[in-house]
């Protein structure tokens, strides 16, 4: 059966989900080979036996962490070369994260291979691997297989389910050697984000955002209240960020973060297109809004009209009534 390289994104040695996703879309087409680098690799390695990696790669150097994305891209092309000499490679799959595609890009330019980013879905072809992206804003889903090289496709978070699928998971480590390119851009100091306790908007479940229509920062505590009863992240309209109401970090759409969550709650956010482009692949979206011809009715599965400081609290009340 063929491998695939699946790249693990993990902060000391906690694996995170979209990984997880991975490794269910990886075993619809092969074997998967985890590549795992940095502090806590090997630590890694239980939870991604226990969803189907047959094989975790993984090395550790200060270079991973001193120095920008090149160091992992060389290590993932030591992965690849080795996987590759040893049989029949089917794809390199790589997480939707900024950092990841930049790794991905650069690896599919080193090793001369098609790139697919951001797929959505992922399926065996008789060719190679299918990827499914939604494009132009979402409007339109198309599928593409990489017709040169080995595929490397990154794929956007909650595009599949976690799955346990028991494997050996077998650790190996992986001889990486550093060049002058290597070091070329250092990490001059890091700073911690302020944790706010709730998911990590890319990787969120569920999604509550609000735009203009919260009229004010210190109206926002009426969207995280509902984000909190339900587990779930905060989002921001371009809008709302421009006047300073929530950090930048939250913003969703074109110029901000793209996510595609089990469920989207938009409150007082009219859809322009360019927020779309963020959130338009979510599997459920809902809408609150006064204005009834507001576009996002368009794409809503459920929306309210109504004003948000009234109908949002009774949603809020509710979940919590709900959950007991
Ligand atoms: P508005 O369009 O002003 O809509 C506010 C909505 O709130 C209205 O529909 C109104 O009916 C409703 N409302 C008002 N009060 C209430 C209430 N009390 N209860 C319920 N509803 C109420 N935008 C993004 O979001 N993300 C991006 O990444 C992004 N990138 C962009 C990139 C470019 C190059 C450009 C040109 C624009 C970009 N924009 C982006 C901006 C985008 O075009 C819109 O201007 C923006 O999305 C509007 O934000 P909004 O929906 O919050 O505000």
Do not use: C
């Not at 070369?81 to 990841?100: I, Y």
């Not at 927020?275 to 979510?282: I, K, N, P």
């Amino acid at each position: 059966m063929a491998e695939v390289l699946v790249y693990v994104d993990h902060v000391d040695g906690a694996v995170r989900k979209p990984t997880l996703e991975l490794l269910t879309l990886a075993r619809r087409i092969g074997e998967p080979v985890a590549v795992a680098l940095g502090n806590g690799a090997e630590a890694t390695a239980a939870v991604l036996a226990e969803h189907g990696a047959v094989k975790v790669l993984t090395a550790n150097a200060p270079e991973f962490a001193d120095y920008l994305v090149v160091p992992k891209v060389d290590a993932l092309q030591a992965a690849y070369e080795a996987v590759s000499a040893g049989g029949s490679l089917a794809a390199v799959l790589v997480p939707s994260s900024a950092e990841a595609k930049e790794i991905a890009a650069r690896l599919a330019v080193r090793i001369g291979s098609g790139i697919i980013t951001d797929a959505v879905d992922l399926e065996a072809g008789e060719e190679g691997p299918v990827a499914t992206q939604a494009v132009f804003a979402a409007s339109y889903t198309t599928k593409s297989r990489v017709s040169k090289g080995t595929p490397v496709i990154t794929v956007k978070p909650n595009s599949a389910p976690v799955e346990a699928a028991p494997a050996a998971g077998t650790v190996e480590a992986l001889s990486v050697s550093f060049g002058e390119k290597s070091t070329g851009t250092k990490v001059v100091s890091r700073t911690p984000r302020e944790s706010t306790g709730r998911p990590e908007l890319t990787e969120a479940a569920i999604v509550v955002s609000g735009g203009r229509g919260v009229n004010g920062a210190e109206n926002f505590h009426v969207i995280e209240e509902l984000a909190d009863s339900l587990g779930a992240a905060v989002g921001a309209s371009r809008a709302a960020v421009d006047a300073g109401w929530y950090p930048h970090s939250n913003q969703v759409g074109q110029t901000g973060k793209s996510v595609s969550p089990q469920l989207y709650i938009a409150s007082g956010i009219s859809g322009a297109i360019q927020h779309r482009a963020g959130m338009q692949t979510s599997k459920t979206i809902v809408a609150v809004n006064k204005d009834a011809e507001a576009p996002i009715f368009d794409l809503v599965d459920y929306g309210v009209v109504g004003d948000l400081f009234t109908v949002v609290p009774q949603l809020t009340e509710e979940v919590k009534a709900r959950k007991g």
